[in-house]
């Protein structure tokens, strides 16, 4: 049997644009994106903790250090910037194997930053 497990997460981050003029997705900074381990194209669902949206996309890398986080595309009508959102993946694995796994949950600060692993 497979189940869908929480694999990881990015807890917290602000928005810092919206671009509906972008065929879609979130764009993150590629330094939260290898902590929490996520892919660029993985999909992603995003939590808007200011006003309660939800949605599925899939993620494109931003430049590293920036601090980006850009929902892009109709995904821009579902927050405005200095929102806060938890950008979350899951992943299907063996149900044995998921008994054991640890996901992984990146907290930045209030910039969107953390420090880069040594």
């Known amino acids: 049997m497979m189940v869908q497990m929480f694999k ?3 807890h917290r981050v602000k928005v810092t644009e919206a671009n509906l003029n972008y065929v879609g997705s979130i764009t993150i900074d590629e330094l939260l994106m290898e902590a929490a381990n996520i892919l660029e194209g993985e999909r992603v669902q995003i939590v808007n903790n200011n006003n309660g949206e939800r949605l599925e996309t899939y993620v494109i890398k931003g430049e590293r250090h920036s601090g980006k986080i850009c929902l892009n595309g109709a995904a821009a009508r579902k927050a405005e910037v ?14 044995e ?13 209030e910039h969107n930053r953390i420090e880069e692993p040594k």
């Open 82 to 95: 200095g929102d806060v959102l938890i950008i979350i993946s899951y992943a299907w694995m063996d149900y």
């Open 8 to 10: 990881s997460k990015i």
């Open 97 to 109: 194997e998921a008994k054991t796994f640890k996901p992984t949950a990146v907290f930045p600060d």
